[in-house]
């Protein structure tokens, strides 16, 4: 009987054991659901109820396709408003391969409007994709021809247009098909001037059916406009003669620069040879180089002018100490270091006028190697000088300390140490304007769509490398550069008093460190007017041909450059009292009413050109104003010719061409 209870027991208590158990994993499951719910239900709310990037991204790509569209772009004006650059509403026509339907004569017509092989538009149209560019940028005539055929259609893209071609092509850029900026200005300035509204989309509802949704050109109008300093008439006249020049000397290329002394404003900058940005990919990119900023030069003789200026500021020399010029030749070591000509003793007022190396380098040996490098560097030699450019260097200066007395020498001739025709116009400019270099800059400001200036430039003055009392003396030295006797005679102006510098530097053949035979950079630059500092040219001649010195096919160029850009700023010359008597004279033009000298707007966008026979280069930009045509100019003095003729017809973009002669 004891053993049936103890058996009952022991059974009775396995099953409560077992029941415990059951009930242990009934809990552990249940707990296990509950939290499997609980991070499911927290899931569902994060995914219901808070943002998630990457399942946005997820869900874009099930629904939308991008489809890369050329979007509007912002203007790029000059500094009195006129367009350098603009965007124009232009159709591009597409195919939805999936709902193509076309005949054989359909497709043939097709084939002859987009100017393509059928071969290769029936294989776009095989594609299987529900969008496929067949032509971009078409002419608005194709778009009617194509209307009514299925699965055809055309979506309004923007296209960059630069109204004035190669005009300032280097300072500008250019814009790719997809509005991709390239260079230039375009480039640095690519987060004001572009939309930010630029993809198209194809997007698929729940259903998969599929529809186009283009931006369209006029929503695109979160853009900027950019007015620069450069003028477009400055820059006409300094991009004409400078390739006048060029290809007169057979040169390989060349750079010429304005600045405004009293600020660092440029306003023109030129290279040659030039590039048309509507048509960029047929350009070597080479062409598109920038070189006032993206060039380094051996400034030659041009630097003897910042050589001079530090030591006649430190008081190392004054303007009639005399040195003696060893009769053209000097050996320092092992080499032997030459003038063009032979001289004795010179002034240092006339070691910079006949520009005297073996005279510059004893001048450099006074004020001393430490003291002379703190100069330049104040000069801004050997650093960017900050413009709002890109691509801009900084040149390359040597260590003093490590400088060899030779290697001392040739610096203070401007061998041996290499500049950016950009940083020899800033620190010409310091000398014009008392003193001061001023950071240069060729963005005014920006513009929103409501017209509201976001952004404009301050004039910077970056450093005070001389006294203004230095700098007067030495613009009175420069001037007897281009005075009787001087290396500059050739950049001497009738109307203006100027002052400047001839340099001729040898070239160093690349990768060698070695100078090449028969290969030169020849420069001048000059301020004027030297009596009152308006303006800073640079003009620099790569390998000319023939006669390769500065002095002779450099500084007509500033000269040519100088009187016009003085006149179109208004600034008097010596020969206005003159120029305006001769007018009267020959011409009744200055009697008329001022609106009858002027280009008058007609209907269609074209012009009716006045008689600008017996007036200035000065008086024809103004007559042009501000008529969207270009100028091509040939002769200084009074015009005596031009086509049109007076009383024609000229359309926007087309050229106005005027002779000039000088009067008896």
């Known amino acids: 009987m004891k053993l049936n209870i103890r058996k009952i027991k022991s059974q009775l208590s396995e099953e409560a054991r077992k029941e415990a158990r059951i009930r242990l994993r009934i809990k552990i499951v249940t707990i296990g659901v509950g939290i499997v719910f609980i991070v499911t239900l927290a899931r569902a709310v994060k995914l219901h109820c808070f943002k998630d990037d990457n399942l946005g991204w997820v869900a874009s790509k099930q629904y939308n396709a991008k489809i890369p569209q050329s979007s509007r772009r912002g203007k790029i004006l000059d500094r009195a408003g006129r367009e350098l650059a603009t965007s124009l509403p232009v159709p591009s026509v597409y195919a939805d391969p999936k709902s193509v339907s076309l005949t054989d004569d359909e497709r043939k017509t097709l084939a002859s409007l987009l100017k393509m092989d059928e071969k290769e538009l029936n294989q776009k149209l095989k594609i299987p994709r529900r969008f496929v560019w067949l032509k971009r940028m078409v002419d ?66 729940a259903r998969g059916k599929f529809y186009f949704a283009p931006v369209a050109y006029n929503e695109q109008d979160d853009v900027d406009d950019v007015i620069l300093t ?59 180089r920038n070189r006032a900023i993206a060039d380094s030069i051996e400034p030659g003789s041009t630097f003897k002018t910042l050589i001079i200026s530090s030591a006649l500021d430190n008081g190392s020399v004054t303007p009639e100490d005399q040195f003696n010029c060893e009769g053209g030749a000097i050996t320092i070591g092992r080499a032997t ?5 032979a001289h004795g003793t010179l002034s240092v007022r006339d070691i910079i006028k006949v520009s005297s190396n073996i005279g510059a380098y004893k001048v450099a040996r006074e004020i001393g190697k430490e003291k002379l490098f703190e100069y330049l560097r104040k ?61 240069p800059y060729v963005i005014d400001r920006i513009v929103n769509n409501q017209g509201i200036t976001i952004m404009r430039s301050i004039p910077m003055e970056v450093s005070e490398p001389i006294s203004e009392a230095t700098a007067k003396t030495v613009i009175s030295m420069l001037e007897g550069v281009v005075g009787e006797g001087g290396t500059g005679t050739r950049a001497a102006s009738k109307e203006y008093q100027v002052a400047g510098k001839t340099g001729t530097a040898q070239k160093v053949t690349e990768g060698s460190g070695h100078y090449a035979a028969g290969k030169y950079y020849a420069s001048f630059i000059g301020i004027a007017p030297a009596d009152a500092p308006r303006i800073v040219i640079f003009v620099g001649l790569d390998e000319p041909k023939g006669s390769y010195f500065g002095g002779s096919v450099s500084a007509p160029v500033f000269k040519e450059i100088a009187e016009a850009t003085l006149k179109h700023l208004d600034v008097p010359s010596a020969l206005s009292r003159v120029v305006v008597a001769t007018q009267r004279q020959r ?29 200035t280069m000065r008086d024809v930009m103004e007559a042009v104003g ?21 009383g024609g017809v000229i359309k926007e973009g087309e050229t106005f061409k005027v002779s000039f002669k000088q009067p008896d």
């Open 230 to 288: 450069i003028d477009k008439q400055i820059q006409f006249v300094t991009e004409n003669a400078l390739e006048k020049a060029a290809t007169a000397a057979n040169a390989r290329g060349g750079t010429a620069v304005v600045m405004d002394v009293k600020n660092g404003a440029i306003l023109a900058m030129a290279n040659s040879p030039s590039f048309d940005p509507n048509n960029y990919s047929k350009y070597p990119q080479d062409t598109w």
């Open 379 to 439: 000069f801004g030699i050997g650093k960017r000088t900050g413009i709002d450019y890109p691509g801009e260097v900084g040149g390359i200066v040597r260590n003093p300390e490590t400088l060899q007395p030779v290697e001392f020498a040739t610096i203070a001739f401007g061998q041996g140490i290499s500049v950016t025709p950009i940083q020899m116009t800033a620190a010409f400019s310091a000398i014009a304007n008392g003193g001061k270099l001023m950071r």
């Open 337 to 341: 270091l030459h003038d063009s000509h």
């Open 140 to 205: 608005s005539s194709v778009i009617e021809a194509i209307k009514g055929m299925q699965g055809i259609y055309y979506v309004e893209e923007s296209r960059r247009f630069y109204p004035n071609g190669e005009l300032a092509s280097h300072i500008l850029g250019a814009v790719g098909m997809e509005s991709d900026a390239l260079a230039g200005i375009e480039l640095a300035n690519d987060r004001f001037l572009g939309s930010k509204k630029h993809d198209a989309v194809f997007k698929r509802d």
């Open 626 to 646: 501000q008529a969207d045509v270009k100028i091509k100019v040939n002769g200084s003095g009074l015009a005596t010719d031009q086509s049109p003729s007076p």
């Open 587 to 615: 011409t009744d033009s200055v009697d008329l009413p001022k609106d009858k000298k002027r280009f008058q707007k007609l209907s269609g966008g074209d012009f009716q050109v006045p008689d600008v026979r017996g007036i």
